[in-house]
Antibody, heavy 121, light 107 residues
Framework: EVQLVESGGPVLQPGGSLRLSCVAS????????MSWVRQAPGKGLEWVST????????YYADSVMGRFTISRDSSKNTLYLQMNSLRVEDTARYFC??????????????WGQGTLVTVSS | EIVLTQSPATLSLSPGERATLSCRAS??????LVWYQQKPGQAPRLLTY???NRATGIPARFSGSGSGTDFTLTISSLEPEDSAVYYC?????????FGQGTKVEIK
């Protein structure tokens, strides 16, 4: 059974840093592209970042480019999101999601329950 | 950069009625359109992909259709548990775009 479990979201002040983790089970992380998607309170879904499959490429939304870094540790089957220079508008629930199928990575077939990140002064 | 526009914003219907949700893309891209369902306090759930295929475990009353820039999610006969927000999504090369969502309310 595929499972994704996120962690790492306390309350932070603007300008702070945080690393989110997503532990995957039931599949091999390195065989799939993986993403972070966020949802601000009461708002819609926003794609944040993707780490590609075996080639290791990374992609970012303009809103986080230069501030966030996505990475993975295959030995731990874990996906990370390093978030720096946090802003109030980064407040959201952050979901870890698997992209499928491996040949095209064009939809999110499994999602974690998300972790809430609050940035407030 | 692709923009997905969903309509209507809210749909209020009775059980047994047919729901038709629309998603329009600002341009045609090579990847197919996908639909998700999200209930309060839950993660999104994949409903349909490649325009018309249902994901595992999704009831037959949900169907996706469309091509090019105009897509539709149809719920043939609404059940009370279909109350949720529905999002369309499409990959555009190195971005994954979502529509703003349609809220379906059951009277």
């Amino acid at each position: 059974e595929v499972q994704l479990v996120e962690s790492g979201g306390p309350v932070l002040q603007p300008g702070g840093s945080l690393r989110l983790s997503c532990v995957a089970s039931g599949f091999t992380l390195s065989s799939y592209a993986m993403s972070w998607v966020r949802q601000a309170p009461g708002k819609g879904l926003e794609w944040v970042s993707t780490a590609g499959g075996r080639r290791g490429e990374t992609y970012y939304a303009d809103s986080v480019m230069g501030r966030f870094t996505i990475s993975r540790d295959s030995s731990k089957n874990t996906l990370y999101l390093q978030m720096n220079s946090l802003r109030v508008e980064d407040t959201a629930r952050y979901f870890c999601a698997r992209l499928g199928p491996p040949s095209s990575s064009h939809f999110f077939d499994y999602w974690g329950q998300g972790t809430l990140v609050t940035v407030s002064s | 950069e692709i923009v997905l526009t969903q309509s209507p914003a809210t749909l209020s219907l009775s059980p047994g009625e047919r729901a038709t949700l629309s998603c329009r893309a600002s341009q045609s891209v090579r990847y197919s359109l996908v639909w998700y369902q999200q209930k309060p306090g839950q993660a999104p759930r994949l409903l349909t992909y490649d325009a018309s295929n249902r994901a595992t475990g999704i009831p037959a009353r949900f169907s996706g259709s469309g091509s090019g820039t105009d897509f539709t999610l149809t719920i043939s006969s609404l059940e009370p548990e279909d109350s949720a927000v529905y999002y369309c999504q499409q990959r555009d090369e190195w971005r994954w775009a979502f529509g703003q969502g349609t809220k379906v309310e059951i009277k």
